[in-house]
């Protein structure tokens, strides 16, 4: 049986700058908000198997420790100070930071509507962050479906013109290795085991990720596949109103066309999950998932492809 690596959780009485022990390889992580909710950095903090703080400030892998050199949300610091550890970490630290996207980015009239701080006395674009620090990262990580499809800011008619990650990085040609992470939001296992998996084997190979830069571990299955409601679809009984015993394929329920693996993780330390408390699933890992108007409409009503 493989046995997991024991997370160090150190004791009460020491301090938070001496948890990454002598000899810890550290691993330099910049995390970028762009147009979006702040859900997936939400998402994460309520990680429960490492806990955040396991997660950020000791080693979350013996000898690996993961060092958030910048988060708008998370950091205590603002202004030049934080903008300037971000340059600096990206000038210094090339070829060895993980840059981590959440949001979509906005692309209109040169990027103006999403501005972060200011790079010699300028207006520093999302965009402009992005292209400029992702060209140097070990790898890229796009967090949340806004930053792997486009998600919600690039649904119709999308007036900023806003765009995935990969949809920039490719207009740019940086070559960068990107993970894409989608959901809405994504589960923090996701995150959390796709960074440890780079940290134990390096980077994913393509066999490890599916036609959508996905992690197969964990996108690798469709939500019909391993739904607990499977049963009743199998045997044609459909609910016909919300609350009904049946399958929700009727209501709306895009379970056949995504892939997650929620119904075997569940949400909330595994307390339950959308259509475990009666829900449909909305499909949020999907691309385009945004665009599905009305959403509790029958798929193929929606014209979405059927499930194969």
């Known amino acids: 049986m493989l046995k997991l690596p024991k997370i160090k959780t150190p004791g009460p009485n020491r301090k938070a700058s001496n948890m990454a022990g002598p000899g ?8 970028l908000q762009a147009a979006g909710c702040s859900g997936c950095s939400v998402s994460l903090l309520n990680v429960i198997n490492p806990s955040i703080k396991n997660l950020l400030v000791d080693e ?3 000898g690996s420790h993961i060092n958030l050199r910048f988060h708008p949300t998370v950091m205590a610091g603002a202004g030049a100070p934080v903008i300037e550890v971000m340059v600096d970490t990206s000038q210094k630290k090339k070829g060895g930071y993980i840059l981590i996207v959440e949001g979509a980015i906005p692309t209109a009239k040169g990027g103006i509507h999403g501005v972060v701080g200011e790079k ?3 207006p520093m674009t999302m965009k402009s962050w992005v292209e400029t620090l992702a060209k140097d990262a070990l790898a890229v990580i796009a967090l949340g479906s806004c930053a792997a499809f486009g998600g919600i800011p690039a649904a119709y008619p999308n007036p900023t013109q806003c765009r995935s990650v990969g949809e920039v990085l490719q207009a740019k040609g940086i070559s960068t290795p990107l993970v894409n992470i989608p959901g809405c939001p994504p589960h923090p296992d996701w995150f959390v ?3 440890a998996t780079i940290l134990l084997s390096g980077l994913p190979k393509p066999e490890d990720l599916d036609e959508h830069r ?3 571990a964990f996108y690798g299955q ?3 596949e391993n739904c607990p409601r499977r049963a009743y679809y199998d045997e044609n009984k459909f609910a016909k109103k919300f609350g009904d015993p049946g399958c929700n394929y009727e209501l709306g329920c895009r379970g056949p066309i995504t892939h997650a693996d929620c119904p075997l993780r569940l949400w909330n330390n595994k307390v339950n999950w959308c259509v475990g408390c009666g829900a449909t699933c909305i499909g949020c890992t999907e691309p385009g ?3 599905i108007a009305p959403l509790y409409e029958k798929t193929s009503e929606a014209g979405l492809p059927e499930e194969d």
Do not use: Q
């Open 24 to 31: 810890t390889k550290e691993y330099p992580a910049i995390w």
């Open 60 to 62: 979350v892998l013996p």
């Open 120 to 122: 010699d006395g300028k």
């Open 193 to 195: 085991g796709t960074v």
């Open 214 to 216: 996905r992690p197969k």
């Open 222 to 224: 469709t939500i019909h």
């Open 289 to 291: 998932f945004f665009d």
